[in-house]
């Protein structure tokens, strides 16, 4: 157990519908991360927060948006979805320590769109 | 960040000592080498990292060429649920959070054969 919770673990939802991600980071984690993970392609960086504030951008769409909240939940939302957002949905949190930062993850969201 | 090659899959017999190969050529003078791994549909799990020196952990030994640019990963006692994708990454280490999200490559499919 990493300590990062994602919910929910499944979601099946139809094209053109809305969703939304949860993840709740380890405990003392300021910095939260998600990727994205389809079958035809590796893990890919989507964006990341620090303290409730956008650090970094990937390959997000712009159809996908996220927040960190003051409590350092985070959730990831998807609109207008489409049958290629079907995917595992991976949030990560990290700790930056001597040498380096780890980071943790959840054990992600299968989210299929039907 | 710099990238990194490793061979596409690699097969290793039930307890033996695998070993996993990485060049990261085109390293930087302040940039870490981060393993992780993921085993089929998790979330990816931190190995162990390292800048020049060798380390060891509970779960690897990280050995860091003198020129650092190669590095070999070795899981001592290889065990069938150690048949898992591996990443080895090369990163600058960030505080506050970091800059970057941290990109993962297409890794090694490491499998061990009863």
């Known amino acids: 157990d990493s300590g990062v919770t994602q919910t929910p673990k499944h979601l099946i939802t139809a094209t053109g519908q809305r969703v939304t991600l949860r993840c709740s980071p380890r405990?003392?984690?300021?910095?939260v991360y998600w990727y994205q993970q389809s079958l035809d392609q590796g893990l890919q960086f989507l964006i990341q927060?620090?303290?409730?504030?956008?650090?970094a951008k990937g390959n997000i769409l712009e159809r996908f948006s996220a927040q960190q909240f003051p409590d350092l939940h985070s959730e990831l939302n998807l609109s207008s979805l489409e049958l290629g957002d079907s995917a595992l949905y991976f949030c990560?949190?990290?700790?930056?320590?001597?040498?380096?930062?780890?980071?943790?993850f959840g054990s992600g969201t299968q989210l299929s769109v039907l | 960040d710099a990238k990194t090659t490793q061979p596409p899959s690699m097969d290793c017999a039930e307890g033996r000592a695998a070993n996993l190969p990485c060049n990261h050529s085109?390293?930087?003078?302040?940039?870490?080498v981060y393993w992780y791994r993921q085993i089929h549909s998790q979330g990816p799990q931190y190995i162990i990292h390292g800048l020049k020196n060798n380390e060891t952990n509970e779960m690897a030994s990280l050995i860091i060429t003198e020129d650092r640019k190669s590095s070999t990963l070795i899981l001592p006692h290889a065990t069938l649920r150690d048949t898992a994708v591996y990443y080895c990454i090369v990163r600058v280490a960030h505080s506050g959070g970091g800059a970057d999200g941290l990109t993962f490559g297409k890794g090694t499919h490491l499998i061990i054969q009863p």
């Open positions: 405990s003392g984690d300021l910095s």
């Open positions: 927060y620090y303290n409730g504030e956008e650090r």
């Open positions: 085109t390293i930087s003078g302040n940039e870490y």
């Open positions: 990560a949190s990290s700790v930056q320590g001597q040498g380096g930062e780890k980071l943790f």
